[in-house]
């Protein structure tokens, strides 16, 4: 039985060659095989385990990946895909993408690996319970035992412990430590999760502990001389990499851009501390009682004293001449019975053995997508820089018997290029997490030896045989997209395999409030060339389209044709899914595409379903025109311009009083306090217009130590939250006008939430405040600071840390009744100016 499966495998090549589906093969330097070496004669692992992207100790990894050089892995629970992202619009499991990709390269930084459950990051939860209840605790307990006997760590490390009630702990963190001890023992035995015994088999770990923190001042070096605590001086420089590893870690953390947290790196002492919570107890340093050398593995001593005398006879100007030692080394390697090791140990020599050769293999593709039943063009680029006889053999592709045998010699810094083409018969390549349907806690992963991946292996991966001195190689490398930008020179993609074609509307939300008739485009898009067929709308019972078997046909890879339709929505509110597909060839597509974007990370494509929420609604409302000064960013212009306001996006830099007066109402969006710039510059116009008759709404700001003025009187934001989004929310102020007009708010307004009620309510604030809602998660005082609303002057201000943000663009109809409300304030004698003179473009 092999141990570990061909696609974890293929992962394991891309962590030692190129770190990323989309980057040249890393080419090492001296200093950095002089690393590698070392790493060989080590045989030991260490498994750092949290709940989201951030929460790993950077520090602590890149110290035991490249001080202790350890096999070291990070195994986060979720891949973040409810927090809030700084740097651009995307939400969900579209921020997951980008985190899950910042984490990858937090880890090409610091040296280790990522890891992942199939738990989903549904957002904030106060308690492990909670978590539990919507995560599958046991599911995602599968998971961490699956990663745990996969990996095989010698330790396991916690960021965070099993205490509950800590003030703003977060329940996912605590429910990661509760995994981690019970997984710690129970990776161990047979009778738990049998069916993984078929890919791996079970694993005791030796130690596990609680790497802890000051939160509150619970731990001080004083604890270091008590029996299983242990101090490690993190602070050392490392000559090799010529970097501390805290500067390691502040440039691995700064990865996580989508949060806000570049870091700046440290020198000098750094201590961290350690907890003993299970396993054995060694004296001294954790890793006392593990033998990390060969002499582990069986017949594995005389490969160590070959390794060591390797590494003394490395030369950093001639890095080549070691190879034969290193082949000597590889045939001994390969003789051992331990698989695990020799597979590692394996892909950690050819990585050595290729940068003492300068051995440069890649194979682009000529596009960065192709479709299945179609052959791709591929350009091989072979060059061996050393004086070394190697031979190139042949190109093949895994899971195909398609080859292509080249035979010729690769003479020092002879450039060898061959193209070939490629029938195309994988799957879409669809992250695998997002194929099937998962529920709000867990994604759906059918396949095992998927689960715990950071990604997708790659579309093609190419295999080429190689002879190094006589010796045979089988070098792996993804098959890849790159070309040359003007301003960034070459820039590599990921290769995909997508639909033959794609269906999508301009909308994943569309709002009727009222009953007529609303004009919807929908697009269809080439992924090959010569594409024709139909396209349907299926709208549910109620619900009419103006036309249907509408006729599309696309010439060119990448064109589009646009189509302009109207739906007719049913007489009474309705909340529905209407589904558009496209017929190709007899058969139905029904994927539109999506493009996640950023300069930081590889280019990531995904498919979602062609599916947009329909929703009727009972809706009146007052004014027209809206201001809106956008903070972190978020979608609610778009979706208040669904039911019909005008909306402006206001620039910072022009905002004055003769320009807000001509808006009904003023918008602040999420965290503009703690994003922009002038908005203390801004704030007194802000008041002007309110006192002169406007409405100006500000939505949540996190909690500051300096918190500016934000309303017309004080108030003070604290850390309170709401984040069960079923909770209770009653009504303090019956009379409020926010809650009678323009439409009449009842309990089924705060029906079919989404991930939460709010966040970051006010705590304390002025007499002249009103609080309208209050709310509270189950067991806790009652929260009345969520909605406040207070009369100056002739107009309105509103505070509000309810989560508009998620719930308009939701479509939850009570939000978009309730925030209409709130826009209403003061609006029986709507503004006479045109918003047409309005300049602030």
């Keep these: 039985m092999r141990l570990l499966s061909r696609i974890f495998c293929a992962i394991l090549l891309i962590n030692f060659y190129s770190q990323s589906l989309a980057q040249a093969p890393k080419k090492p330097d001296a200093a950095e095989?002089?690393?590698?070496?070392?790493k060989l004669e080590v045989l030991g692992s260490v498994m750092y385990l949290a709940a989201h992207p951030d929460d790993e100790n950077t520090r602590l990894i890149a110290y035991m990946a490249n001080e202790k050089k350890l096999r070291t892995a990070y195994l986060a629970m979720t891949r973040g895909d409810g927090g809030q992202n700084l740097i651009g619009n995307d939400i969900r499991e579209y921020l997951g993408i980008i985190r899950t990709q910042e984490l990858l390269a937090a880890r090409r930084t610091d040296g280790g690996e990522q890891f992942f459950t199939r738990a989903n990051d549904f957002g904030f939860s106060k308690d492990p319970d909670e978590t539990f209840n919507i995560w599958d605790r046991d599911d995602v307990l599968a998971d961490v035992i699956w990663n745990i006997r996969r990996f095989r760590p010698d330790v396991i490390i916690t960021r965070f412990d099993t205490a509950r009630g800590r003030e703003g702990m977060h329940g996912h963190h605590t429910a990661s430590a509760i995994l981690a001890q019970e997984a710690f023992t129970k990776a161990a035995d047979p009778s738990v999760f049998p069916e993984q015994l078929q890919y791996v088999k079970t694993w005791q770990p030796k130690g596990l502990y609680w790497n802890t923190y000051n939160?509150?001042?619970?731990?001080?070096?004083?604890?270091s001389n008590e029996q299983g605590y242990y101090e490690m001086d993190l602070g050392a420089y490392n000559e090799l990499l010529g970097l501390s590893?805290?500067?390691?870690?502040?440039?691995?953390?700064?990865?996580?851009?989508?949060?806000?947290?570049g870091s700046t790196g440290r020198r000098g002492e750094?201590?961290?501390?350690?907890?003993?919570?299970?396993?054995?107890?060694?004296?001294g340093d954790i890793f006392a009682n593990i033998d990390q050398s060969w002499s582990r593995v069986k017949g594995g001593a005389e490969i160590g004293q070959m390794i060591a005398q390797a590494n003394d006879d490395f030369d950093m100007e001639k890095p080549s001449a070691i190879v034969p030692q290193l082949i000597e080394i590889k045939k001994k390697i390969e003789s051992i019975d331990d698989e695990y090791w020799k597979e590692l140990k394996l892909n950690e020599l050819e990585f050595i053995i290729k940068g003492a050769l300068g051995l440069y293999l890649e194979v682009t593709a000529n596009d960065y997508s192709a479709t299945q039943g179609e052959s791709v063009e591929l350009n091989l680029e072979a060059i061996n820089r050393s004086d070394v006889d190697v031979r190139l053999n042949a190109l093949r592709f895994e899971g195909s018997m398609t080859a292509q045998r080249i035979q010729k010699k690769l003479d020092n810094n002879v450039l060898v290029n061959s193209r070939t083409t490629f029938p195309i018969n994988q799957e879409i390549s669809q992250p695998y997490w997002l194929k099937d349907k998962g529920s709000l806690g867990m994604y759906a992963v059918k396949e095992q030896q998927l689960r715990g991946l950071a990604e997708n292996p790659p579309a093609v991966m190419a295999i080429l045989d190689v002879l190094i001195e006589g010796e045979v190689f089988h070098f792996e490398t993804p098959v890849v997209y790159k070309e040359n930008d003007r301003v960034d020179g070459e820039v590599y993609r990921p290769f995909v395999i997508t639909p033959p074609v794609f269906v999508s509307m301009d909308a994943s939300v569309i709002m009727f409030p009222d009953q007529e008739a609303k004009p919807v485009e929908v697009l269809v898009k080439s992924g090959k060339d010569n594409v024709s067929g139909v396209i349907n709308l299926n709208l549910p019972a109620g619900w009419k389209a103006s036309e249907n078997n509408i006729k599309y046909s696309l010439a060119k890879k990448g064109d589009e044709q646009r189509f302009q339709l109207s739906i007719l929505p049913p007489t009474e509110p309705s909340e529905a899914y209407m589904t558009v597909e496209a017929t190709y060839e007899n058969k139905v597509y029904n994927s539109s595409l999506r493009v996640v974007d950023y300069d930081h990370i590889p280019t990531q494509t995904v498919f979602p379903k062609s599916e947009v929420k329909i929703v009727k609604l009972d809706l009146q409302k007052k004014g027209q025109y809206v201001g809106y000064i956008m903070g972190s960013g978020d979608d609610i212009p778009a979706s208040l311009e669904q039911v019909g306001y005008t909306v402006d996006i206001l620039d910072p830099e022009k905002i004055n009083l003769e320009m807000l007066k001509n808006y009904d109402a003023v918008i602040v969006g999420v965290r503009a306090y703690n994003t922009v710039d002038r908005m203390n510059f801004i704030q007194p116009e802000l008041m002007k217009f309110v006192e002169a008759g406007g409405t100006v709404i500000t939505q949540y700001n996190t909690s500051m130590r300096d918190q500016p003025a934000?309303?017309?009187?004080?108030?003070s934001i604290s850390r309170d939250r709401v984040t069960v989004e079923e909770a209770e929310v009653r009504v303090l102020a019956a009379d409020h006008p926010v809650i009678n007009g323009p439409n009449k708010i009842t309990d089924k307004d705060f029906e079919g939430w989404v991930q939460e009620r709010g966040l970051y309510f006010p705590n304390e604030w002025d007499e002249h405040y009103t609080p309208i809602l209050s709310a509270n998660d189950p067991g806790e005082t009652p929260k009345n600071g969520g909605l406040l609303v207070t009369k100056f002057g002739e107009g309105y201000f509103v505070y509000t840390g309810y989560s508009w943000f998620r719930e308009l663009p939701a479509g939850v109809p009570g939000a978009f009744r309730i925030f209409t409300?709130?826009?209403?304030?003061?609006?029986?004698?709507?503004?006479p100016t045109s918003l047409n003179s309005v300049e602030n473009k």
Excluded: C, V
Excluded at 215 to 223: A, D, L, M, P, V
Excluded at 245 to 261: C, M, P, T, V, W
Excluded at 710 to 715: K, L, Q
Excluded at 821 to 831: A, C, F, R
């Design 821 to 831: 409300n709130m826009i209403s304030l003061g609006q029986d004698n709507p503004k």
């Design 33 to 38: 095989l002089k690393q590698a070496l070392n």
């Design 215 to 223: 939160f509150g001042g619970s731990f001080t070096s004083e604890h």
């Design 245 to 261: 590893y805290d500067e390691i870690s502040a440039l691995s953390r700064s990865n996580h851009k989508s949060q806000g947290f």
């Design 270 to 283: 750094l201590k961290e501390y350690l907890m003993h919570w299970n396993g054995e107890l060694p004296k």
């Design 710 to 715: 934000i309303g017309p009187y004080d108030f």
